[in-house]
């Protein structure tokens, strides 16, 4: 497989609100570009866990190498980064975009723009992509092509005038995403005698090879046989096969500046893979690793139990299994008078609780209980000395206590005029406290400081019934 020159090659996300057609889209390039034949086609191929196949979101980032022959008869290769769009996995979404040098702004022609396309695409302006609007669902009774695209320009900012058409169902206007992502999203730059920088986007565990390694090359090359250094986690490894996703894997010598596919280095846990780590070479390494690294935090904590305590050492193996493919899980054990013995887990945030939950209970079988998700308190005592409360039972006698702090976060809430009372009395019955009110085009935006521990509880479902 040759390697084209580096002013052929695109590197792009995919950036939508849940349900707006983005999984559809990658199919439709895929197919288009002859990725998988029409018999190993189905729905949803970049989707392979049951779960996101379900639910209709994407939790692990995934990445698929697309030839494709442009009007201008010249090869390209595109590489398509299928990131999750949900607010937990913000930091992974962030790597990924990072990884690229363009983004699809996809919008549902008949929906408009919704919060997780406004929440991804600020974070795509961040990493200065260049934005492509792509207004997907144009074969619908209901689509509004011309309201979506003022919409668009109104509440982002983004010129949509020459926004691209298309329906990823039935297949109209595909070329013209195609055509718009070669002439309009940048090359990646990149020196192929530099020494070797490139970023770990993600990471996952396979039975076979172990810890597989998804990668976007920026400088020098990265080959087989080639030991390697993590530059965040200090740890060197041998690179022992370089590949790429069309969408099956496929073994390639080595992978140039602007590249993305994977690599394997007999790394045994995940856990030793960090997301935004810089990978160099360990005889010339790089002079200084890229930006944005950040140790992923868990927020939102509850306590998982087996209902019949026989089962704990499954729940055990299941958990730890689990913890394999997923870094940002943490657990330990913990006791409870009531409950027996089971594990106190940690989590990016509600949609990531629920799902490992769902995980645990299909994949292994488990009956479990969970209890109420709740934060981590930090105390400071009269002693000096500084303690973290994960549990209501371990508090010390008040006496002790000098200060209580609680976790915080930092909510925009996009609402139309009419249920604006409605969410700023949401927001001020949780202890919130309004930070700005604005309005965009025909929507309110408000802006609050609120405390965690009053969100991770039933804040989403109550906001959205008051939302309808």
Known sequence: MTTPPISRIRNFSVVAHIDHGKSTLSDRLIQVTGGLSAREMREQVLDNMEIEQERGITIKAQTVRLNYRAKDGLDYVLNLMDTPGHVDFAYEVSRSLAACEGSLLVVDASQGVEAQTLANVYQAIDNNHEI??????????????????AQIEEVIGLDASDAVECSAKSGLGIEDVLEAIVTRLPPPKGEANAPLKAMLVDAWYDPYLGVVLLVRVFDGTLKAGQRVKFMQNGTAHLVDRVGVFLPKNTPVESLGPGEVGFITAQIKEVAHAAVGDTITDEKKPTAEPLKGFKDVQSVVFCGLFPTDAADF?????????????????NYEMESSAALGFGFRCGFLGLLHLEIIQERLSREFNLDLIATAPSVVYRMKL???SEIELHNPADMPDVMQILEISEPWIKATI???????????????????????????????????????????????????????
């Open 382 to 384: 009269r002693d000096g």
């Open 414 to 468: 996009f609402t139309p005029d009419e249920y604006l009372g409605g969410v700023i009395k949401l927001c001020q019955d949780r202890r919130g406290e309004q930070k700005e009110l604005s309005y965009v085009g025909s929507r309110a935006m408000v802006v609050y400081d609120l405390p965690l521990n009053e969100v991770v509880f039933d804040f989403y479902d109550r906001l959205k019934s008051i939302s309808k």
């Open 313 to 329: 050492e499954d729940l055990r193996a299941a958990i730890a299994r689990l913890r394999l493919n997923d870094a940002s899980f």
């Open 132 to 149: 492509v609007p792509v207004l997907n669902k144009i074969d619908l009774p209901a689509a509004e092509p011309e309201r979506v695209k």
